[in-house]
Nanobody
Framework: QVQLVESGGGLVQAGGSLRLSCVAS????????MGWFRQAPGKERDFVAG????????YSTDSVKGRFLVFRDNAKNTMYLQMNDLKPEDTAKYYC??????????????????WGQGTQVTVSS
């Protein structure tokens, strides 16, 4: 079992920055891939960024590439999403997820075993 708790969301103006955190607990070690997803009202949940279990391999989707950075600190059992130059279209609820099956990130939500409750990010224009 892995429990995930996100934090760091909020209201920010366009062009601003936020850093999301996802703290994992309940399982010894960090040998699992993690990812960030987001879901806007009326839309499907989309993969945003992912990181391998070592943190050495990361990926972000084209819509956020160059603006968002995903990384993890296994000593703190925490994954982060640094979001810069935020845009109104980034407004969504952001979820972190952990996959015990995969060591490298995977973009499919169905391949993740555990999810956090989400944190809301709202970007005003």
């Amino acid at each position: 079992q892995v429990q995930l708790v996100e934090s760091g969301g909020g209201l920010v103006q366009a062009g601003g920055s936020l850093r999301l955190s996802c703290v994992a607990s309940g399982r010894a070690g960090s040998n699992y891939a993690m990812g960030w997803f987001r879901q806007a009202p009326g839309k499907e949940r989309d993969f945003v960024a992912g990181v391998s279990w070592t943190g050495g391999n990361t990926y972000s989707t084209d819509s956020v590439k160059g603006r968002f950075l995903v990384f993890r600190d296994n000593a703190k059992n925490t994954m982060y999403l640094q979001m810069n130059d935020l845009k109104p279209e980034d407004t969504a609820k952001y979820y972190c997820a952990a996959s015990l099956t995969y060591r490298d990130y995977v973009p499919e939500g169905s391949k993740y075993d555990y999810w956090g409750q989400g944190t809301q990010v709202t970007v005003s224009s």
